[in-house]
Protein backbone atom coordinates (compact mmCIF):
# COMPACT_ATOMS: atom_id res chain seq x y z
CA UNK A 1 0.00 0.00 0.00
CA UNK A 2 1.61 3.66 -0.85
CA UNK A 3 1.78 5.78 2.12
CA UNK A 4 3.16 9.90 1.50
CA UNK A 5 2.62 11.12 4.95
CA UNK A 6 4.10 14.50 5.75
CA UNK A 7 5.46 16.21 9.12
CA UNK A 8 6.76 19.17 10.37
CA UNK A 9 4.16 21.75 9.75
CA UNK A 10 3.32 23.92 12.63
CA UNK A 11 3.11 28.10 13.68
CA UNK A 12 5.98 30.62 12.62
CA UNK A 13 6.72 34.01 12.31
CA UNK A 14 7.33 35.85 9.15
CA UNK A 15 10.47 35.89 8.32
CA UNK A 16 11.33 32.44 10.15
CA UNK A 17 12.22 29.56 8.30
CA UNK A 18 10.47 25.81 8.34
CA UNK A 19 10.91 22.84 7.17
CA UNK A 20 8.32 19.89 6.13
CA UNK A 21 9.18 16.28 4.94
CA UNK A 22 7.32 13.24 3.57
CA UNK A 23 7.62 10.08 4.28
CA UNK A 24 6.92 7.66 1.68
CA UNK A 25 6.77 3.64 1.69
CA UNK A 26 4.93 1.17 -0.50
CA UNK A 27 6.67 2.09 -4.35
CA UNK A 28 9.83 2.63 -5.21
CA UNK A 29 10.71 5.66 -4.10
CA UNK A 30 14.09 6.65 -5.93
CA UNK A 31 11.95 6.05 -8.98
CA UNK A 32 9.63 8.56 -8.50
CA UNK A 33 9.32 12.25 -9.63
CA UNK A 34 7.72 14.22 -6.58
CA UNK A 35 5.56 17.17 -6.27
CA UNK A 36 4.76 19.67 -3.26
CA UNK A 37 1.30 21.01 -3.64
CA UNK A 38 0.02 23.99 -1.16
CA UNK A 39 -3.97 24.81 -0.21
CA UNK A 40 -4.52 28.12 1.08
CA UNK A 41 -7.38 27.82 3.78
CA UNK A 42 -10.66 27.88 1.60
CA UNK A 43 -8.41 28.49 -1.55
CA UNK A 44 -7.82 25.95 -4.46
CA UNK A 45 -4.84 24.14 -4.77
CA UNK A 46 -1.45 25.38 -5.65
CA UNK A 47 1.33 23.97 -7.33
CA UNK A 48 4.71 24.60 -4.86
CA UNK A 49 7.10 22.72 -7.04
CA UNK A 50 8.89 19.51 -8.00
CA UNK A 51 12.16 16.71 -7.57
CA UNK A 52 12.52 14.67 -10.15
CA UNK A 53 14.22 11.23 -9.69
CA UNK A 54 17.99 10.94 -10.01
CA UNK A 55 17.54 8.45 -13.10
CA UNK A 56 16.50 11.67 -14.53
CA UNK A 57 18.32 14.31 -13.65
CA UNK A 58 17.06 14.72 -9.97
CA UNK A 59 16.76 18.45 -11.00
CA UNK A 60 13.84 20.68 -9.26
CA UNK A 61 11.40 22.82 -10.97
CA UNK A 62 9.42 25.88 -8.84
CA UNK A 63 6.69 28.11 -8.50
CA UNK A 64 7.47 31.62 -9.41
CA UNK A 65 5.85 32.88 -5.89
CA UNK A 66 8.04 30.56 -3.77
CA UNK A 67 11.39 30.08 -6.15
CA UNK A 68 14.34 31.38 -4.09
CA UNK A 69 12.73 30.51 -0.93
CA UNK A 70 11.48 27.20 -1.06
CA UNK A 71 13.93 24.21 -1.75
CA UNK A 72 12.99 20.98 -2.07
CA UNK A 73 15.51 17.61 -1.57
CA UNK A 74 15.23 14.01 -1.08
CA UNK A 75 17.16 11.22 0.47
CA UNK A 76 16.65 8.26 -1.22
CA UNK A 77 18.38 6.13 1.70
CA UNK A 78 15.62 7.48 3.74
CA UNK A 79 12.84 7.31 1.35
CA UNK A 80 12.01 10.72 2.49
CA UNK A 81 10.99 14.05 0.36
CA UNK A 82 11.92 17.54 1.85
CA UNK A 83 10.52 20.96 2.04
CA UNK A 84 12.77 23.47 3.43
CA UNK A 85 10.98 27.33 3.72
CA UNK A 86 12.39 30.45 4.14
CA UNK A 87 11.65 33.90 4.67
CA UNK A 88 8.30 33.07 5.49
CA UNK A 89 5.50 35.32 4.15
CA UNK A 90 1.88 35.14 5.85
CA UNK A 91 0.83 34.17 2.68
CA UNK A 92 2.37 30.87 2.98
CA UNK A 93 0.15 29.84 4.72
CA UNK A 94 -1.60 26.44 4.10
CA UNK A 95 -1.90 22.75 3.83
CA UNK A 96 1.20 21.48 2.32
CA UNK A 97 0.53 17.57 0.57
CA UNK A 98 3.52 15.44 -1.55
CA UNK A 99 2.38 14.05 -4.30
CA UNK A 100 3.82 11.41 -6.22
CA UNK A 101 2.43 9.66 -9.52
CA UNK A 102 -1.32 9.59 -8.58
CA UNK A 103 -0.80 9.32 -5.10
CA UNK A 104 -1.16 12.13 -2.28
CA UNK A 105 -0.81 12.90 1.33
CA UNK A 106 -2.73 13.59 3.88
CA UNK A 107 -1.04 17.39 4.19
CA UNK A 108 0.53 19.44 6.92
CA UNK A 109 -0.65 22.81 7.90
CA UNK A 110 2.26 25.82 8.20
CA UNK A 111 0.51 28.47 9.73
CA UNK A 112 2.42 32.06 9.66
CA UNK A 113 1.69 34.47 11.36
CA UNK A 114 3.56 37.10 13.96
CA UNK B 1 2.94 33.34 -16.09
CA UNK B 2 0.24 31.06 -17.29
CA UNK B 3 -3.07 30.73 -16.12
CA UNK B 4 -5.03 28.04 -16.43
CA UNK B 5 -9.03 28.60 -16.50
CA UNK B 6 -11.89 26.44 -15.26
CA UNK B 7 -15.48 27.13 -15.33
CA UNK B 8 -16.03 27.98 -11.82
CA UNK B 9 -19.36 25.97 -10.60
CA UNK B 10 -21.32 23.35 -13.28
CA UNK B 11 -24.79 21.92 -11.91
CA UNK B 12 -25.65 17.98 -13.41
CA UNK B 13 -28.75 16.15 -12.67
CA UNK B 14 -27.92 12.37 -11.25
CA UNK B 15 -27.45 10.13 -14.16
CA UNK B 16 -26.80 13.41 -16.49
CA UNK B 17 -23.40 13.89 -18.57
CA UNK B 18 -21.34 16.99 -17.74
CA UNK B 19 -17.62 17.88 -19.47
CA UNK B 20 -15.51 20.13 -17.39
CA UNK B 21 -12.60 22.25 -19.25
CA UNK B 22 -9.34 23.08 -18.45
CA UNK B 23 -7.69 26.08 -20.86
CA UNK B 24 -4.35 27.72 -20.46
CA UNK B 25 -3.24 31.21 -21.17
CA UNK B 26 -0.70 30.22 -23.64
CA UNK B 27 -2.91 28.97 -26.02
CA UNK B 28 -4.06 25.54 -26.85
CA UNK B 29 -3.38 22.67 -24.49
CA UNK B 30 -1.72 19.88 -25.85
CA UNK B 31 -0.62 16.49 -24.70
CA UNK B 32 2.66 18.23 -24.23
CA UNK B 33 0.79 19.73 -21.04
CA UNK B 34 -0.01 16.29 -19.17
CA UNK B 35 -2.87 17.66 -18.05
CA UNK B 36 -4.07 16.05 -14.74
CA UNK B 37 -7.29 16.10 -13.01
CA UNK B 38 -8.16 15.91 -9.34
CA UNK B 39 -11.29 15.58 -7.11
CA UNK B 40 -11.71 17.27 -3.65
CA UNK B 41 -14.23 16.21 -1.09
CA UNK B 42 -14.48 18.79 1.96
CA UNK B 43 -12.10 18.05 4.69
CA UNK B 44 -10.28 15.40 2.53
CA UNK B 45 -7.19 15.20 0.58
CA UNK B 46 -7.23 15.66 -3.26
CA UNK B 47 -7.69 12.69 -5.49
CA UNK B 48 -6.02 11.99 -9.03
CA UNK B 49 -8.25 10.83 -11.42
CA UNK B 50 -6.74 11.48 -14.63
CA UNK B 51 -3.35 11.79 -15.89
CA UNK B 52 -1.53 12.57 -18.82
CA UNK B 53 -4.58 14.17 -20.79
CA UNK B 54 -6.72 10.19 -20.63
CA UNK B 55 -5.02 7.85 -18.51
CA UNK B 56 -6.55 6.36 -15.27
CA UNK B 57 -5.57 5.10 -12.18
CA UNK B 58 -6.71 2.03 -10.86
CA UNK B 59 -9.43 3.67 -8.43
CA UNK B 60 -11.06 5.99 -11.29
CA UNK B 61 -14.65 4.69 -12.21
CA UNK B 62 -15.22 4.10 -15.69
CA UNK B 63 -17.70 7.01 -16.13
CA UNK B 64 -14.74 9.63 -15.70
CA UNK B 65 -12.83 10.28 -18.70
CA UNK B 66 -10.20 12.37 -20.04
CA UNK B 67 -9.84 14.15 -23.64
CA UNK B 68 -8.49 17.21 -25.58
CA UNK B 69 -11.27 18.95 -26.89
CA UNK B 70 -11.30 22.31 -29.14
CA UNK B 71 -8.46 23.70 -27.65
CA UNK B 72 -8.66 22.31 -24.09
CA UNK B 73 -8.62 19.68 -21.43
CA UNK B 74 -11.76 18.27 -21.00
CA UNK B 75 -12.78 15.61 -17.91
CA UNK B 76 -16.07 14.50 -18.85
CA UNK B 77 -18.97 12.26 -16.12
CA UNK B 78 -20.84 9.90 -17.67
CA UNK B 79 -24.17 9.12 -15.65
CA UNK B 80 -23.29 11.44 -12.59
CA UNK B 81 -23.49 10.36 -9.22
CA UNK B 82 -24.78 11.91 -6.24
CA UNK B 83 -21.27 11.33 -4.80
CA UNK B 84 -19.47 12.73 -7.40
CA UNK B 85 -20.38 16.57 -5.90
CA UNK B 86 -17.15 17.92 -5.29
CA UNK B 87 -14.53 20.19 -6.35
CA UNK B 88 -12.54 19.43 -9.19
CA UNK B 89 -8.89 20.82 -10.34
CA UNK B 90 -6.93 20.51 -13.76
CA UNK B 91 -3.11 20.74 -13.32
CA UNK B 92 -1.30 21.50 -16.71
CA UNK B 93 3.04 21.79 -17.13
CA UNK B 94 4.57 24.34 -19.28
CA UNK B 95 7.91 24.61 -18.99
CA UNK B 96 8.61 22.51 -16.10
CA UNK B 97 6.58 23.59 -13.93
CA UNK B 98 2.66 23.33 -12.84
CA UNK B 99 -0.20 25.36 -12.89
CA UNK B 100 -3.16 24.32 -11.29
CA UNK B 101 -6.40 25.58 -12.86
CA UNK B 102 -8.84 27.45 -10.26
CA UNK B 103 -10.83 24.41 -9.82
CA UNK B 104 -14.86 23.93 -10.44
CA UNK B 105 -17.57 23.25 -7.66
CA UNK B 106 -19.50 20.01 -9.38
CA UNK B 107 -22.94 19.91 -8.03
CA UNK B 108 -25.32 16.98 -8.13
CA UNK B 109 -28.53 18.20 -7.97
Known amino acids: EVQLVESGGGLVKPGESLGLSCAAS????????MTWVRQAPGKGLEWVGRIKSKTDGGTTDYAAPVKGRFTISRDDSKNTLYLQMNSLKTEDTAVYYC?????WGQGTLVTVSS | QTVVTQEPSLTVSPGGTVTLTCASSTGAVTSDYYPNWFQQKPGQAPRTLIYSTSNKPSWTPARFSGSLLGGKAALTLSGVQPEDEAEYYCLLYSGGAGVFGGGTKLTVL
Open chain 1, 26 to 33: GFTFSNAW
Open chain 1, 99 to 103: ASTNY
